[in-house]
């Protein structure tokens, strides 16, 4: 069965950076759509970044463009979400999701199949 396990969660102040972290096996990453998703109390799932495979195209929610980055680590088998300029509004508890052999849909994927069990992320302002 497939496992994506996260980590890298924590508190912060407003301003601070975080890198979270999700190991994948069963399958490579370099092979698969990859994305950070988030959920905060009382609020829908949110997606936040997806990295595709090939080109390794990358789309952000527009909230955190410009502070977020995705990458992935191929010979790990792990991508990363790097946070900056963390906001309170960046509260939440956020997952990682893969879909193997995905095609790049222009877009962050909410079909992915396959779920981490998430990381906690608090900002405090």
């Known amino acids: 069965q497939v496992q994506l396990v996260e980590s890298g969660g924590g508190s912060v102040q407003a301003g601070g950076s975080l890198r979270l972290s999700c190991a994948a096996s069963e399958y490579t990453t370099s092979a698969s759509c990859v994305g950070w998703f988030r959920q905060a109390p009382g609020k829908e799932r949110q997606g936040v970044a997806a990295?595709?495979?090939?080109?390794?195209?990358?789309y952000y929610s527009d909230s955190v463009k410009g502070r977020f980055t995705i990458s992935q680590d191929n010979a790990k088998n792990t991508v990363y979400l790097q946070m900056n300029s963390l906001k309170p509004e960046d509260a939440a508890m956020y997952y990682c999701a893969a879909e193997p052999l995905c095609p790049d849909y222009g877009d962050i994927y909410y079909g992915m199949s396959n779920w981490g069990k998430g990381t906690q992320v608090t900002v405090s302002s």
């Open positions: 990295i595709y495979p090939g080109g390794g195209s990358t």
